[in-house]
């Protein structure tokens, strides 16, 4: 208690278990203690399945903990969780809006839950409207909304009443940098003006280095806890960068050197790769393949301590890491056009999703699909795939006129979805044999393609588990699987990471570059600006229009120059839409 008042959380040794439908027990929290100043900002970081979400939903009382104790606000849990649910505010992943209702509607329902009075939503309404920018936006249907615009809405609904702590359970994935940093725009005011206890959990690490305290979680086990700048610390006299050979693209580099095993991470950065090593004070160049690559000392940031955190804890426990992939080039990019769109064009009544677009992809190429949400970008994604006719112009995917063949260009491609399309309710087996059936793969090809899938993916273990019970990790890898069973010649891929934490990210992309020196043609939505710095070219679409083309490089020159600091590939992404919609807004 500091003056007089209670601290928002107190956990000394939480405890929660949970039992698999195969009756094994998984541990969620194990023996987590954490405190929560008043007016702060605290970020929960950790990979898929650290215990992240459950932590949040001990504090808002929606679950009990196995053991240890927990007050909240000065009370008790799990007793006085009816008392802490009147005064605190909590926004899950999924948040409860309703889509049939308008943005209006939906914030009188829940003043209506919370039994706020006339007066006060007069005085709090227009403070969220100002805040969120929803205002011109009251009689919208939620479900009309845009990915960006649902999250604002939900966070208003959630402040309707002024609480006391404020849980916001990764308020920003699968949404847009624009949109993301409108939020946190938000949520920094409501702590550095109200003086607002926020505490957030989140797969983007650049959230957590602006927050007050983070707590680095790992398997249900806190594994640092601190200001930001002590995780970062972690990596000090660490950091480098690596520029590739010419003709080299910096994720192939990226997935070297990340297999490296005195290299702790890896990740491709405006051109060149940020490399963090195993040793401090070691600027020894790398040893790839009988070459040396040197190395160019980095100033540390928060994502490189959270690797380190997190590679130390995994050797420690003998990890035997993620998938296994073969980065040997073989039959990989060339001239051919593996995609040509021209004019394309997609109108849902009067309304044009999609406003004549054009562009190329070469085979074994990764090309990017980027835009802010309701951009056009998934509706685009879905003609390729062969899922949406076009209302115009000309699409030819794998040889495939897809205005008059789709069937015949779908048995080509491969398609991961944003929410992945699996059978929640079927096991890893039964999904990967459904779709190798649904493929048409029969006898001992589809026999050799499921054991293949599940000795890459390292899905065993898993295999009689349903796949809605999945840690997201192996969701995605699976998913991922069943892609890849029928060896397709492109594959689409909506916003594969979404939600998925660093470690997940960085095993995906390599996969990804191993496909594309395969001769594998990769399409991809993206909000991880940093992950289209994995992509040869991308394009940047708003208002189902093309705004830009080009290479991370080409891309990347747009940006706005910043101090001395290197532009970003977010820089760039923000500076060309807010241009364009400047010039759209001119009369």
Avoid at 343 to 348: E, I, P, Q
Avoid at 525 to 534: G, N, V
Wanted: a negative charge.
């Amino acid at each position: 208690m500091i003056d007089g008042l209670p601290l928002p959380v107190i956990g000394r040794s939480l405890r929660k278990s949970f039992r698999r439908e195969t009756g094994e027990v998984v541990t969620a929290l194990d023996d987590i203690s954490l405190t929560v100043s008043r007016g702060s900002l605290t970020a929960l970081v950790g990979p898929d399945g650290a215990g992240k979400t459950t932590l949040l939903r001990l504090i808002c009382g929606l679950m009990e903990p196995d053991g240890g104790e927990l007050d909240v606000l000065g009370m008790r849990m799990p007793r006085a969780a009816q008392a802490v649910q009147e005064v605190i505010g909590y926004m899950p992943q999924k948040f409860g809006l309703y889509e049939d209702l308008s943005v209006q509607e939906n914030l009188d329902l829940y003043a209506d839950l919370h039994g706020v009075c006339q007066e006060q939503r007069r005085i709090t309404y227009r403070r969220l409207m100002d805040m969120t920018d929803l205002g011109p936006f009251r009689a919208r249907l939620a479900g009309k909304l845009s990915g960006g615009m649902k999250q604002k809405l939900g966070l208003a609904c959630t402040l309707v009443r002024a609480p006391a702590l404020l849980l916001l359970d990764e308020p920003t994935v699968g949404v847009d940098p624009l949109s993301r940093r409108e939020l946190w725009e938000i949520v920094l005011e409501l702590v550095r003006k109200d003086g607002l206890t926020v505490v957030v959990s989140t797969a983007y690490l650049d959230e957590a280095e602006r927050c007050d305290h983070a707590v680095v979680m790992h398997q249900g086990r806190v594994l640092a806890q601190g200001a930001p700048s002590d995780v970062t610390a972690r990596a000090k006299g660490r950091t480098y960068l690596a520029a590739p050979s010419p003709g080299m693209p910096a994720r192939s580099l990226q997935a070297r050197l990340y297999a490296l095993p005195d290299i702790t991470d890896a990740v491709p950065e405006a051109g060149r790769v940020r490399v963090v090593k195993e040793q401090a004070d070691d600027p020894s160049p790398a040893a790839l393949n009988g070459t040396t690559i040197p190395l160019e000392p980095l100033a540390p940031r928060f994502e490189d301590g959270f690797m380190v955190i997190l590679h130390d804890a995994a050797a420690a426990a003998a990890s035997t890491g993620g998938m296994r992939f073969d980065t040997a080039p073989r039959n990989g990019a060339s001239e051919a056009i593996a995609v040509e769109v021209r004019d394309l064009v997609r109108t849902f009544g009067d309304f044009v999703a999609v406003d004549h677009v054009s562009f190329k992809v070469c085979r074994g190429e990764i090309y990017g699909l980027l835009g802010p949400n309701g951009a056009g970008k998934s509706t685009t994604f879905r003609m390729l795939c062969g899922l949406l006719p076009a209302s115009g112009g000309a699409l030819n995917v794998a040889g495939a006129d897809l205005r008059r063949a789709r069937a015949e260009a779908r048995q080509r491609l491969g398609y991961v979805a944003q929410k992945f399309s699996l059978y929640s309710q079927l096991s890893v087996d039964e999904n990967l044999d459904f779709f190798a059936s649904a493929y048409g793969l029969r006898g001992s090809r589809k026999r050799e393609r499921i054991d293949w899938a599940k000795e890459q993916f390292e899905l065993g273990p898993f295999s009689t588990l349903s796949s809605g019970l999945l840690p997201g990790g192996f969701r995605q890898r699976l998913a991922m699987a069943t892609a890849l069973l029928h060896e397709p010649d492109i594959l689409f891929l909506d916003e594969p990471t979404s939600g998925a934490d660093p470690l997940a990210r960085r095993e995906f992309w390599c996969r990804i570059t191993a496909l594309s020196e395969q001769g594998v043609t990769v399409i991809v939505t993206t909000h991880f600006m940093e992950e289209a710095e994995y992509c040869d070219r991308l394009v940047i679409l708003d208002a189902g229009r093309k705004l830009a083309e080009g290479t991370p490089s080409e891309i990347r020159s747009r940006a706005r120059p910043e101090n001395d600091r290197r532009p970003t590939m977010e820089d760039a992404f923000i500076a060309i839409v807010e241009e364009a919609r400047h010039e759209r807004s001119i009369p």
